[in-house]
C-alpha cells in the first residue's frame, strides 16, 4: 500500500494481489531476449503481474478505480492465473470500508479489471461496495455482451450486467467528468472502449492509463501486449497520451506493475521513454 497527496486530493494504491501471465503474451513481439532483462520469468514463462487499484479521497467522494480480479473465477481459470483476491483486506488495512466506496469506475470490463464488482451472496452476484455508483462506457459494456473468439474469456457476465440490470452501474458515452477532479477519457487500443481515469487537483494530475501501458515495463512505443485487440491504435494512444503527460509532468499509475503503482515518465537522454519514481521526482 502506499499513499500520496496530489492537490488537495488522497491517492491510496491498493492490491488484488499478484497473478500469473505469460510472458510472450505480456510483451507481444518484443524478443524474450529483450523483456527479461526487465522483468523475470518462472520456468513456464510466467511473470509476475500486478492487480493495482487506486482511492482517490476528494474530500467530498471516495473513488475506486479498479477491482482486481475478485473471488469468482471459474477453477479453470485459477489454475491458469492464480486468485490472489486481496483487495477486501487491503482496502480494510487502509480503514476503508466496502459501504464507504461512493463510486467505482472500471476502465474495461475485463475480468482482472472489475472482478470485486460482484460478490456471491447465496450463489447470485450481488455489488461488493452496496452504496457506490459504478461507471464504464456502454461500447465496452455492448462488446462484453457478444465478445470475440479470441478474448471471449476475459469477461465474466456476473462483474457486471447484474450492476446494469439494477441501475447501480451507470453506461458512459466517451469522455466524461465523473465528480469534480475525476473523468474519463478513451484511449483505444486494448479494447476499443477503453478509458484512462484521470485525477486532478491543486494544478496537479494524475491518469490511471489501465492496459494502454500496463507496467512501468511497457513504457516503449512498441511494447505492446499480444492481448491488445487494435495494436496500431495503441501506438496512437501512447502518442498522445505522452504528448499531454511528459510535458505536464503527470503522474501515471500502472495497473499490471507488481513494485511499481505510479511514477512520472520523461525521456532520457537517448530519447527513451523512462519512469521516475515518486520519491525520485520530490
Known sequence: MQRLTLGNFELIAVSDGLYRLDGGAFFGVIPKVMWSKKVASDENNYV????????????????????GIGNKLPEKLVKIYGQPAKLLDNLAAAG????????????HLHFDHCGWNTLLRGGQPVATFPKAKYYAQEGEWQYAQHP????GVSYM?????????????????????IVPGVSVKIFPGHTQHMQAV????????ACYISDLIPTSAHLDLNWVMAFDLFPLQTLDSRKRYYAEAIPQK?????????????????????????????????
Open 48 to 67: 509476475a503481474a500486478g492487480l493495482s487499484s487506486v482511492v482517490v479521497r476528494t474530500g467530498k467522494h471516495t473513488v475506486l478505480i479498479e477491482t
Open 96 to 107: 476503508i470500508a466496502p459501504e464507504d466506496i461512493d463510486i467505482v469506475i472500471n476502465t
Open 148 to 151: 470475440s473468439e479470441r478474448d
Open 157 to 177: 457476465t456476473a462483474n457486471y450486467d447484474p450492476l446494469v440490470a439494477g441501475g447501480q452501474m451507470q453506461l458512459l458515452r466517451g469522455d466524461q467528468e
Open 198 to 205: 484521470i485525477v486532478r487537483s491543486g494544478g496537479n494530475t
Open 250 to 282: 503527470w503522474l501515471t499509475m500502472f495497473t499490471h506493475d507488481p513494485n511499481m503503482p505510479w511514477a512520472y515518465v520523461e525521456k532520457d537522454g537517448k530519447g527513451r521513454i523512462v519512469p521516475k519514481a515518486v520519491a525520485e521526482a520530490a
